[in-house]
């Protein structure tokens, strides 16, 4: 608690910082071997990913663009609305282009299943995801993830980009939040 005196409820620790630099250096490894020798537009879905996006595309040994899209669908509490806003768009078209899309979460996957569908109508070469975190019990449709950090339980985490009302996205670690939900 020493360390973070501004939180009023410290969540408490899921996925370390060790560990999740273990698994983006490993999912860097995969993600290289995969795009070796071809350009790569990464997308960072906002606000969510930014910190594991940071992270992970400097883990990836081969060229590529970083591209940005804003997509909000929780508000401000912790239960989705269910209906998914573009808040901000790619400033480049990705027609004919290997893009990735990097998430801090799939969640029910409404989110996931909306970009595939808006992004796969600009007509790619190919299209993937990595996402940081995966809740599979939560999952309202069928879903493919290419690469996916830490499968998770059904509870409500916090931290390494992930917010509760805007807060606690500067934690350094995954952490439960069991007093404000
Ligand atoms: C979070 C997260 C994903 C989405 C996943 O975004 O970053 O984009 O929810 O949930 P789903 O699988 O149930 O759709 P949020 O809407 O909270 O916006 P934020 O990234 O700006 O925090």
Redesign the pocket.
């Known amino acids: 608690m020493t360390d973070y005196p501004y939180f009023n409820h410290l969540p408490k620790p899921l996925i370390s910082e060790v560990k999740i630099r273990q698994r983006i250096r490993e999912l860097g490894e995969l993600i290289t071997d995969e795009y070796r020798g071809q350009d790569l537009v990464v997308v960072s ?5 930014f910190i594991f996006f940071a992270d992970l595309i400097r883990s990836i040994k081969t060229p590529l663009h970083c591209e940005f899209m ?5 508000g401000s509490g912790s239960t ?1 609305s269910g209906e ?1 806003k573009v808040t901000l768009d790619l400033l480049e078209p990705i027609e004919g282009k290997h893009v990735l899309i990097v ?10 299943s909306y970009l595939l569908k808006t992004l796969s109508n600009r007509k790619p070469l190919s299209l993937k995801v990595a996402s940081l975190l995966f809740k599979p019990d ?1 999952l309202k449709q069928p879903l493919e993830l290419d690469y996916v950090g830490f499968r998770i339980g059904n509870e409500f985490v916090v931290g390494y980009g ?2 509760y009302g805007g807060r606690y996205r500067q934690l350094p670690y995954i952490g439960l939040l069991e007093h404000e939900n």
Not at 70 to 74: A, D
Not at 103 to 112: H, L
């Open positions: 879905v906002l606000k969510g990913s804003g997509l909000s669908s929780y989705s998914v998430e801090d979460i799939v969640d029910t996957g409404v989110t996931m939560a992930l917010d």
